[in-house]
C-alpha cells in the first residue's frame, strides 16, 4: 500500500469532493457517529442545497464545544463557501440530521495510516490558506487572493488539471494524504538501516539497505564474497555455474594460488576458478605442472605436458 492508498484507507473508501458521497462512505463501513471525538471527519448540512454541503476535521472537543479545521470557510458560524482555512469553535453544538453538525465520521488511524495528531498537524499548518483569483501561485498562502475557487488543494486532487470548484472536501482529503505521507517518511527516518556484516549463531550475512544480500558473489572491501540463497555467507568449495571456487575461512575467496585439500592440490586461477586439463605455474620454481578433469594436480601428466606447447595455460 502506497502513502496515496493509505490516505484513502483512513477515509474508509476514497479521496472525495462531493461531501454527501464522502459521509456515505463513513455509514458504509459503520464509522458514523453523533458524538465526536478529536480527528474524526465532521459533516455540515446545508439548508440551501438540502443535503450535507460542508466538511471540516475535529481538532477538540471541549465540554460542550466544538474545534474544527475548515478549508473553503470564513470567520462566519454556518459558512460553506468562504474562502479560507480556519480553525473555528462551535458553542454549545447540537448534533441533528438537519443541522448544521449532522455527524461525524470515523477514520482509520494506526500504522498503516496516520495517527490523529499528525493529521492535526498537517490540517493546523494550512491555517490561513486563501483561494486563488487565478491558477497562480496556489502554494502560497496569501498571494493572488480571490474569489474564482483555485486551490492547491483542488490543483492536487484532479491530478494537475486546473479547476474551479468549492474545496471544503478536497482540503479534508489532502490532509488525510499529507498526514500519512508524514507518518511513513517518520518511520522511514527512525527504523535502523542495517548496512554491513552482521552474525547470526555462527553464520554471517551482509546487509545492503536493510536487505541481506542472497544467491550470489558481491565484491566487499577488496575481495569476492559468496551467499546462499538463505543469505549467509559460503566458505569452502562452491561451484557456480560449471565453475569451482574455494572460500576462506574468513569467506574471501582465494584466487591466483594452489590450495590443498584433503592430500590432493588444486590451483585456483586469478578469477577464483578452479583450473581443470590445465598447466599452471609451478607453486616453485621455474616450469608448470598440469592439473586434470577434476581439477587435482596430476604429477605424471606434469612431467608429459610440461613442454607440450599444445596445452592451454592458465594464470
Known amino acids: 500500500m502506497n502513502n496515496y492508498q493509505r490516505g484513502q484507507a483512513a477515509l474508509c473508501g476514497s479521496y472525495f469532493k462531493w461531501t454527501k458521497g464522502g459521509a456515505g462512505q463513513f455509514k458504509r463501513v459503520g464509522r458514523w457517529h453523533k458524538v465526536p471525538q478529536k480527528g474524526d471527519v465532521v459533516f455540515f448540512f446545508s439548508e440551501a442545497l438540502d443535503r450535507i454541503g460542508h466538511v471540516g476535521i475535529v481538532s477538540d472537543v471541549l465540554g460542550q464545544d466544538l474545534k474544527t479545521l475548515e478549508g473553503n470557510t470564513s470567520s462566519a458560524v454556518a459558512d460553506r463557501n468562504g474562502g479560507e482555512c480556519r480553525e473555528k469553535i462551535y458553542k454549545n453544538f447540537k448534533v441533528g440530521d438537519k443541522l448544521w453538525i449532522c455527524g461525524f465520521g470515523r477514520p482509520v488511524f494506526g500504522d498503516d495510516t496516520c495517527t490523529v495528531e499528525e493529521l492535526l498537524e498537517v490540517a493546523r499548518g494550512e491555517i490561513g490558506y486563501e483561494e486563488k483569483a487565478t491558477p497562480r501561485s496556489l502554494d502560497d498562502k496569501h498571494a493572488n487572493k480571490g474569489k474564482n475557487n483555485y486551490t492547491k488543494y483542488g490543483l492536487w486532487y484532479n491530478n494537475g488539471a486546473i479547476i474551479s470548484e468549492p474545496w471544503c472536501a478536497e482540503y479534508v482529503s489532502w490532509c488525510f494524504y499529507q498526514a500519512c505521507k508524514l507518518h511513513q517518511d517518520r518511520k522511514a527516518s527512525q527504523t535502523p538501516q542495517r548496512h554491513g556484516w552482521a552474525q547470526q549463531n555462527d553464520k554471517w550475512l ?110
Open 206 to 315: 551482509y546487509y545492503e539497505n536493510n536487505v541481506p544480500v542472497w544467491g550470489c558473489f558481491k565484491y566487499i572491501n577488496g575481495r569476492w564474497y559468496a551467499f546462499d540463497n538463505a543469505g549467509f555467507m559460503i566458505k569452502g568449495w562452491f561451484k557456480s555455474g560449471e565453475d569451482w571456487y574455494y572460500l576462506g575461512e574468513d569467506g574471501g575467496m582465494l584466487s591466483g594460488q594452489w590450495l590443498e585439500d584433503k592430500g590432493k592440490w588444486y590451483y585456483l586461477t586469478e578469477s577464483g576458478i578452479m583450473a581443470t586439463n590445465a598447466k599452471v605455474k609451478k607453486a616453485k620454481g621455474d616450469g608448470y605442472d598440469y592439473v586434470g578433469a577434476d581439477g587435482a594436480y596430476n604429477p605424471v601428466l606434469s612431467l608429459l605436458y610440461n613442454s607440450n606447447d599444445r596445452v592451454e595455460i592458465v594464470k
